[in-house]
């Protein structure tokens, strides 16, 4: 594998401050924790935009899954790799989150965790495949493709983006901006369509002028992969 | 074969066996998955057709079909009805014939692509069919439908019976608010937990006002000391668990109005979970009340008044009879059942005239009349008994005509003037008024008497009802004379009613009012309307007083 690696993987810090376009360990636990707070400060618009379609719990219970992420991960090893860090982040979600968006954002950092596999640093190229390989994951498991109204929207374009972009040559910094963008389209994408899965079902075309809950947390789960944001 | 090639040979079946394994688990948590996104649909509570549609989709999508419909049995019928249907080859006109397994298994063959499944047990309470475009249906999502079918199932089945629940609910709701018998319930305490429209009419009160609050009180049943708590029928249900098939007690409404119910009362079984409540059917018996009061005071009266004077002309002839008495006593006594009879010859016309009176229609001899020359009738038949110094007439000029039947006018007229004279001192003038309001001739009897107390101004205007200051005194009377007047007012569609003298002084006033003649209106609104609107509106009444027709003070419906 070509992956550039860490000449220290212990380092705690976030992404432009490790080496180049390379994640490590440390990176990883500090998305996690963006993306904690972002949920944080999210959590009432998600769970304003459920009630419209589906039950009305997705901001609290992604809140929920990523506090208990959070909590999770402090009880790794410090040398802990991306991959082992993203498992576990995932194997907790599976667990932690009620609904659906447990189970399918669990089903996705695990997928992405496997790609890690055991490497103390991830590069660009792992980087793109874990993306690619969380939205595949995803797609399985909740049985939906892009345009069905759910994560799926946000999250495939970004992965497609972020990929198209590195092998372009992009700096990580580049490939993450692109993913953003790509996902924030996907996500707004999603206020036209009808929902064709989940619960949302039973909203029929009512469905249509409503973000998608999921595609909007999805978004904020790119957007967090970006350092001080 | 070499030691490091078998290795290596293991290691390769290890790490197939492995990536088996892996996918297998991959499958399961597939499957699972789809199974909890199904079950989340199924928990949505929605009736059986928009679960139905919503479900389709779900299991389309698993199986992945672009085909689909699901049947589903009826409830009563065992036959199998098309509840969603999805995509090119669900052909609703035929689907929905299909109403059996077999029929469905005919029209859904596997040739045209259709796969189908029960739902439930064997016999199925439903059938799903799928139909792939073009490729196969995932056999992984088959998988997952059928380990899904009996949630499928149960979830079609509570779907729809909450549906059904629903709908009884609706039609018993739309009963116990149609009702024309009020039903209340109450909790165990007696506390108000429902009413329905009739039962809030019947108390007086607004439901929202009632609930919560304690039957007793809302009935005020402790002030009216109509039965001790142990004598509470929904007490007594409370206590004894038996239903009361029919009982009487006697409330009064929110207004204070004496209230005489009957109806059954019993114990609703309680939900689970939730106490007991106890309901009442209950029906207004005042009316049949009042009519029985009405039928025992006729006859008490009747009997009564008939009863006195036989006695004294009994007495005053066996006296004249056994004792040998002076001339002067014999015609006073003589004289004496003369009166009587007079008296007896009045209640028995008056009996006669309510008896008329009854028989529906009045006949009416309406000619166009001059009231003055009925004014004139009976100034003469009071000069007879020398008290028609005491009638004060005062008349509007030029009064138009009225078409009425003069007799029976002129019966309520001296009716009405005979009673203020005999209810007010001896020194005292009744007044006689009349005047045009709108197309009314509104005529008024003042007098400076004893008055009709306030709560008794309606009664009075019923059979054998005397006022109670008037029973007190010794004053003779039948208690017809007003009731007749006022059905004689009503017949010529005019009204009648009691109230307080206009200048406020102690008395009486009685009006009433007669429809003008048609021609002598149209004569009079032709010469001054503007005369006319000055005298309405010189009285108290004028602001009731309307051109609809109606008399210039009507109140209510009565003569509707």
Known sequence: MD???????????????????????????????????????HRAYLTGLDAVLGDGDHGDNMAIGFRAVSEVIQDLPPNATPGVVIRAAGHRLVAAVGGASGPLYGTAFIAAGHVAGDAGVVGLETLASMLDSAATALARRGRCAVGDKTILDALRPAADAFAAAASNGSPLEGCLAVAVTAARDGMLSTRPLIARRGLALRMGTRSIGHLDPGAVSCYLLIRAMIPGK | MSDREELRDRIAALESDRRQIVEEAQREADAMFAQYQLSQLLATGAGLQE????????????AEASSGAIWFQGTTADRLRLVASLGPLANDEELGQASSVPAIAEVCTPARGWTVLGLGDEPPLGVLAVAPEGGALDSEGLRVIQLSRHELAVAFRSAQLREMLDRERQELTAIVEGATDAIVQVDELGRFLRLNPAAEQLIARA??????????????CARLGVHDPSGCPFLEVVATGEPITDRTLDVRDATGRPKRLAGSFAATPPEPGSATRFTAILRDMSAVKALDELREGFVATVSHELRTPLALIRGYTETLLHLDLDPETRRDYTQRILDTTGRLGTLVTEILDIAQLNANPVVLERVPVRFESLVARLRGDLAMTGSDDRLAVSLSRNLPLVEVDSTRIGQVLENLVMNALKYSPADRLVTLGASVESAWLVVTIEDEGIGVPEDDRQLVLEPFHRARNVRESAMPGTGLGLYIARRLVEAHHGELRVSDRADGRPGTRVTFSLPLQRSGRAARERGSAAASSAAASSTADAASAGSDGRPPFATGTRHD
Not at chain 1, 11 to 24: E, G, K, N, V, Y
Not at chain 1, 25 to 38: E, N
Not at chain 2, 51 to 62: D, I
């Open chain 2, 207 to 220: 439901g929202a006002e009632a609930v919560g609050r304690r039957c007793a009180d809302v009935f005020d």
């Open chain 2, 51 to 62: 679960l139905a549609g919503m479900v389709l989709v779900e299991l389309m999508r698993l």
């Open chain 1, 3 to 41: 992956m550039i690696r860490s000449a220290d993987p212990n380092r705690a810090q976030a992404l432009p401050d490790a080496r180049p376009d390379s994640i490590d360990g440390p990176a990883v636990r500090a998305y996690l924790g963006r993306i904690d707070r972002l949920i944080r400060r």
